[in-house]
C-alpha cells in the first residue's frame, strides 16, 4: 500500500505543524525552507502563546495536533498596559494569560523545537531551497510577502524581575502597540507598528524612553531585531467573498469615552458574549451582550473593512436595559436629564473606537 506523500513550502511554524499532522495522519512530508534552518528571520525576541480567547489551555490544544511543548515556555498570568494617556492598568487571570515563548535558531525556541520534532517524525526538511510552485500540488506556508505592520526592537540581558508591559500610543506605534517583556534574565523592548514606518528608529527611541520612565527600564548590551507581517487576505482570497459565522465571549469590553463633561472616561462592559458574521470584508455582529455598571446590555454591530484595522468604520448601538438598577442612572445622573433609558453608541476605527451616551 503506498503512503501519500505531501510537499510543503515553508519550513516556519505553520509549514512545521502541517508537516506533523500529515505524518500524523500516516502520510510522508517533505518540507521546502528557503533560509538554513528554522527560526532564521528570528532573533532570540519574545512572543507568547495567546491563552485568553478559548476556555482551553494552548499547549493542550497544540498536543492535540500533535505538537509537544519541548520548547522553553513560561506562564503569565498578569501584564500592566499603559493606555494613550499614560495610564497604568493591570490585567490579572487566575490562568495563564499567554505563555512567553523565544523564536530563533537558539537551542529552547519554538522553531527549533518544531524543528526537532518534525524530524524526529520522519519529515524529509530540505533547507537552502526556494520553491514558488508545487504542480502536483501541497501546502503553501511560507511567511509574509507584504507589509503590513513592522516590528522594531532591541533583545538584551537583564536583572530584573520577569513581567510584562504594553502601551497603546501613537505617540510610541502608529497604529499599533509598544511592549516590554522579561523572563529568565531575557528581555525583548519593541514597538509593533502599523503605519509611518520610514520613520521605525524615532518611535523605538521613544519605546525605550516610556519605559525608562515608567517601569525603570535599563538597556544594556542590546542587540537589535526587526521583522514584518501582514494581516490582509491574499489577493485571491480579496477578491473572493469570504463568509464565516461564529460566536465568542471576552472577559470585558473597554472603550473610550471622549465625551467634554462625561463623568467616566472609559466605559468597560463586564462579560461580553457576542455572535459574528463574516461577509467579505465586513464583520457583521447581529447579537452583543454584556453588564455595564450593575445593568444589562444587549445591541448589534457592524464593522466594514474590518481586515483592516487602521480603515475601518465601526457602529455599535448597545440598549442599557434598566439603568436605574445598577449605578448608570445615579452616574449620569439620568433624572436631572428627565431621561429613563440610556443607549451607548460606538462608532470609530477598531485601533481608535471611542464611546457616546444617549439618554432619553
Known amino acids: 500500500m503506498s503512503t501519500t506523500s505531501v510537499s510543503i513550502v515553508g519550513g516556519g511554524l505553520s509549514g512545521l505543524a502541517a508537516a506533523l499532522a500529515v505524518v500524523r495522519g500516516g502520510g510522508h512530508a517533505r518540507v521546502y525552507e528557503r533560509r538554513g534552518e528554522s527560526g532564521a528571520r528570528f532573533h532570540g525576541d519574545f512572543q507568547g502563546l495567546e491563552n485568553w480567547s478559548t476556555e482551553g489551555d494552548v499547549l493542550e490544544e497544540i498536543a492535540s495536533f500533535g505538537i509537544e511543548p519541548t520548547f522553553d515556555h513560561t506562564p503569565f498570568r498578569e501584564c500592566v498596559f499603559f493606555d494613550p494617556d499614560g495610564r497604568e492598568h493591570v490585567c490579572r487571570s487566575q490562568e495563564p494569560l499567554w ?53 522594531v526592537g532591541h533583545v538584551f540581558p537583564t536583572d530584573r524581575a520577569d513581567g510584562a508591559f504594553g502601551a497603546v500610543s501613537d505617540r510610541l ?152 438598577e445598577g449605578r448608570v442612572g445615579m452616574l449620569f445622573d439620568m433624572l436631572s436629564k428627565n431621561a429613563k433609558n440610556a443607549n451607548l453608541r460606538i462608532v470609530g476605527t477598531l485601533t481608535a473606537p471611542r464611546g457616546e451616551f444617549q439618554f432619553f
Open 99 to 151: 505563555y512567553l515563548v523565544r523564536r530563533g535558531t537558539d537551542v529552547g525556541t519554538l522553531d527549533q523545537a518544531l524543528e526537532a520534532q518534525a524530524l524526529a517524525a520522519g519529515v524529509d526538511i530540505e533547507f537552502g531551497q526556494t520553491v514558488e510552485h508545487l504542480p502536483e500540488g501541497g501546502i503553501v506556508a511560507y511567511g509574509p510577502r507584504r507589509v503590513d505592520a513592522i516590528a
Open 173 to 324: 506605534a502608529p497604529g499599533g502597540y509598544a511592549y516590554l517583556l522579561i523572563c529568565r534574565g531575557r528581555a525583548t523592548v519593541a514597538t509593533c507598528m502599523f503605519g509611518d514606518f520610514h520613520n521605525d528608529k524615532q518611535y523605538l527611541a521613544r519605546t525605550v524612553e516610556f519605559f525608562e520612565k515608567s517601569v525603570g527600564l535599563r538597556l544594556q548590551d542590546a542587540r537589535a531585531f526587526g521583522g514584518f507581517g501582514n494581516m490582509s487576505p491574499e489577493a485571491n482570497v480579496r477578491r473572493g467573498k469570504l463568509t464565516a459565522d461564529g460566536s465568542g465571549a471576552f472577559d470585558f469590553l473597554q472603550v473610550p469615552v471622549p465625551t467634554p463633561g462625561s463623568p467616566i472616561r472609559e466605559a468597560r462592559i463586564e462579560g461580553v458574549s457576542l455572535s459574528f458574521l463574516i461577509r467579505g470584508k465586513s464583520l457583521l455582529i447581529p447579537k452583543l451582550a454584556g453588564t455595564f455598571e450593575g445593568s444589562q446590555v444587549d445591541g448589534t454591530g457592524e464593522i466594514i473593512q474590518a481586515l483592516s484595522p487602521r480603515y475601518s468604520s465601526m457602529t455599535f448601538l448597545l440598549r442599557i436595559r434598566n439603568p436605574f
